[in-house]
């Protein structure tokens, strides 16, 4: 498999699950929730099976809580490295978050305190997960809803301080960036032309819900026209990279999902790869 | 990392508290890390995370525990499940375990018993299913010595309650009967109810929860064919097994046959401290 010619890819979503199975619908790739997948037996394993045999998989993590202060559940990590080695993933993601702390699980993404201490520690779990997985991991910037008042750097700044010294890829998530942006009163197109665009592996489009005061990341929408006019620039910035649509909630047909997820293609540069990226360390390696 | 832990403890510890009535956030909590913007104060900003952490797993326990919803009904539900999360917090990077000390936390003997078997199933639903022993290899053996496995995703629990029938009858629709002893349900715990309530009857059960071809099943088992599969899951040899179950052979005989062609009967998962 090479992964730098993934394209457009969809969530596998259980609503799906029969119609992938039965029609084999062409598709580039699909992006499962690990943790759905970590278990030992029952239909869930099964059906990955079935969609391994005739689709690249790339794995995408909710609860490594990479920014968490306690160290990386070693139990967690195990599971994953299992669920990596049946699926041959080409990268990794999960979240640029924390989520425990003490035993408590909040199961949540919940923002980082952006300061240079914070951003050293973050970047040393993620080397020690890339380096125990055995497998390159690109970080998710995440939405978010409330900033603290420690925080030192921009977002951007935060991120490409954590990529840079833990030396993994970006997931860029540019529903996220755009509800972010709202939530904070940030330029969307300042965050994109600050990260560090050869770092970007993997792109994210979904949608949102609007409220009266804050944006919340919902993906249970089709893509809003501001969504992919930053989706526009990010390709422009950082090539054509693996697209994948999350649509999370109120899942319509899978047909409505993919022919939404294929709009992603307008906006890509005929024959413009994205510059040396983690796709090309994953192929290399 | 002493500031970044007191910090995520801070906001742990505001997130986890029990919400007010009106599902917002405790006014006396302490907001002031979280910064202001020109639509929201500290306390709202915060308050979105608090509601979206308690909305989240009670939404995982209500899908989770459907027939003790039916049960109690709706308010008597939620508001044990607040109770339960208040004190039991989710400690497991996965919400399929969110639930797993919900039997234990229930006092009445009725509800108690519902959220045993839901939990059962939650369990019975992914755990392992691991390569059968044929008849063959169990004929080979030393009863003396030998020891067997049961399949990882077979539950087995006892109950005060009929809770198989009861739940089943919640299902009615959906039900799928499957061989003179097991019921059928639906492959994945998270399913409908219905709205009228079936009855539920005080009787004492001896229940396997199984998946067999990705769906789920109950199977009441004679106390003597619990005693056995007990005996063997807890790593007694066959020899001993069969004798604390105190079954006949003829009883022996025809539990075995069956449990084999179930695939029941495995290896032992671990070898045993005195094998």
């Known amino acids: ?285 | 990392m002493k500031t970044l832990r007191a910090l995520q403890e801070r906001m742990s510890d505001a997130l986890m508290q029990p919400l007010t009535p009106r599902d917002g956030l405790q006014k006396s909590t302490r907001t002031d890390f979280i910064a202001p913007n020109d639509r929201m104060s500290g306390f709202e900003r915060l308050e979105i995370y608090a509601r979206q952490y308690w909305f989240r797993v009670l939404d995982c326990l209500h899908d989770d525990y459907p027939a003790l919803r039916a049960l109690l009904g709706q308010r008597r539900f939620h508001a044990l499940c607040r109770e339960y999360l208040a004190q039991h917090p989710s400690s497991s990077w996965t919400l399929r375990n969110l639930g797993s000390r919900l039997p234990e936390f229930i006092k009445d003997r009725a509800a108690r018993d519902v959220a045993m078997i839901e939990w059962a199933q939650t369990l019975a639903f992914d755990e392992a299913w691991l390569k059968p022993l044929a008849v063959a290899d169990l004929a080979r053996g030393d009863a003396a010595t030998m020891r067997l496995g049961i399949q990882p995703c077979v539950i087995l629990t006892q109950v005060s309650h009929g809770v198989d029938h009861f739940i089943t009858a919640l299902h009615k629709t959906e039900a799928e009967v499957r061989g003179a002893a097991s019921q059928a349900i639906t492959g994945s715990p998270k399913r409908r109810v219905t709205r009228r309530r079936p009855a539920l009857h005080r009787e004492r059960v001896h229940l396997a929860v199984h998946r067999q071809d990705n769906r789920l099943y109950f199977k009441r088992l004679h106390p003597k064919a619990f005693r056995l599969l007990t005996a063997l899951r807890e790593g007694r040899t066959l020899a001993e097994a069969l004798t604390h179950s105190k079954a006949s052979a003829a009883q022996i005989r025809e539990w075995f046959s069956e449990f084999s062609q179930l695939g029941w009967l495995t290896k032992p998962s671990t070898p045993h401290p005195k094998s």
Not at chain 1, 56 to 72: C, E
Request: aromatic residues 8%; hydrophobic residues 40%.
């Open chain 1, 1 to 285: 498999m090479n992964p730098s010619t993934l394209e457009i890819g969809l969530g596998l979503r259980v609503p799906h699950y029969r119609h992938i199975l039965e029609k084999k619908p062409v598709c580039g790739w699909f992006e499962i929730i690990s943790e759905n997948f970590m278990v030992d037996g029952g239909r869930p394993l099964e059906v990955l099976d079935a969609i391994l045999e005739q689709y690249t998989v790339v794995q995408h993590g909710v609860s490594m809580f990479l920014g968490n202060a306690d160290p990386l559940d070693r139990d967690h990590l195990r599971k994953l490295k299992r669920l990596v080695k049946r699926t041959k993933t080409p990268w990794l993601s999960d979240h640029l978050c924390w989520g425990s702390v003490g035993g408590k699980c909040s199961h949540d993404l919940l923002p980082m305190p952006y300061t240079k201490g914070v951003a050293k520690h973050t970047a040393r779990k993620i080397r020690q997960a890339q380096d125990f997985l055995e497998v390159p991991i690109c970080v998710e910037n995440v939405s978010s809803y409330a900033e603290f008042m420690q925080n030192e750097m921009t977002e951007w700044e935060f991120l490409s301080e954590v990529v840079e010294q833990a030396d993994c890829g970006v997931l860029l998530d540019v529903n996220n960036i755009y509800v972010s942006s709202q939530n904070h009163g940030f330029d969307p197109r300042e965050y994109l032309r600050k990260v560090p665009h050869h770092r970007v592996g993997q792109m994210h489009i979904a949608g949102h819900t609007r409220l009266e005061h804050v944006i919340l990341d919902t993906h249970d929408h089709p893509v809003p026209d501001p969504v992919w006019s930053l989706y526009a620039e990010a390709v422009r910035l950082c090539g054509n990279v693996p697209t994948l649509l999350e649509w999370d909630d109120r899942i319509p047909s899978f047909d409505e999902v993919h022919a939404e997820a294929l709009k992603a293609r307008r906006f890509w540069n005929a024959g413009r790869k994205a510059p040396q990226s983690m796709r090309e360390e994953a192929l290399v390696a």
